[in-house]
């Protein structure tokens, strides 16, 4: 069972375009966020994170929303390049930490 | 400083053959993890161990075993390679198991035939 719902699987866009990636959660003793980005080839590395005592951090072009009743966040891409074509993964962590349960993974494409 | 290492890159076994793979970290990290990487089934953890001498199961453990050799090494081991383990394979440290980050190595590609 999926505790971490991620979707779309995969997601084409134009360059300059908002690239959207939105996951769900059902464990409430989830309280951080992350989302990692995989370049082909490689390992996932952190991107940007959020905890639920806040509805929104921004980073650069990237921005996590999140909504806590509804038990959902989603990642923004302002402005997406080719250079962000990659594969992102949700995840969460739950009070205790130690083990983050990660979405299924969205492809995104970045067409120039 | 190379982070997270993993060997082999690339593996190919047959069906009931053994092997172990290696990972070690140098960034004097305390937790250190297994995953297996599928399409469409994002990450799964397969053992992890929050500290030197301790290991835990994950979500699928079934058919691995796990060694923390000491701080910075952390081997994972197929005693009979079966064809649904084909897979990437990734470790992960963080420095301890409530800091969130976790750093991943390269991954290794598994073939089981």
């Known amino acids: 069972q999926q505790q971490v719902k991620q979707s779309p699987q995969s997601l084409i866009v134009q360059k300059g375009g908002i690239s959207i990636i939105n996951c769900a959660y059902e464990n409430t003793a989830f309280d951080y966020f992350p989302w990692y980005q995989q370049f082909p080839g490689k390992g996932p590395a952190l991107l940007i994170a959020i905890r639920p005592d806040v509805s929104e951090k921004k980073e650069g072009r990237f921005t996590i929303s999140f909504n806590k009743s509804a038990k959902q966040f989603s990642l923004h891409i302002m402005d997406s390049q080719p250079g962000d074509s990659a594969t992102y993964f949700c995840?969460?962590?739950?009070?205790?930490?130690?083990?983050?349960?990660f979405g299924e993974g969205t492809q995104l494409t970045v067409n120039p | 400083n190379a982070g997270v290492t993993q060997t082999p890159k690339f593996q190919v076994l047959k069906t009931g053959q053994s092997m172990t793979l290696q990972c070690a970290q140098d960034m004097n990290h305390n937790s250190m993890y297994w995953y297996r990487q599928d399409p469409g089934m994002g990450l799964r953890l397969i053992y992890y161990?929050?500290?030197?001498?301790?290991?835990d199961k994950g979500e699928v453990p079934n058919g691995y075993n796990v060694s923390r050799l000491n701080k910075r090494e952390f081997s994972l081991r197929l005693e009979s390679a079966a064809p649904s383990q084909t897979s990437v394979y990734f470790c992960a440290s963080s420095y301890d198991r409530s800091s969130y980050e976790q750093y991943f190595g390269p991954g290794t590609r598994l073939t089981v035939t």
């Open positions: 995840a969460a962590e739950e009070t205790s930490g130690s083990r983050l349960t």
């Open positions: 161990s929050a500290s030197e001498g301790t290991t």
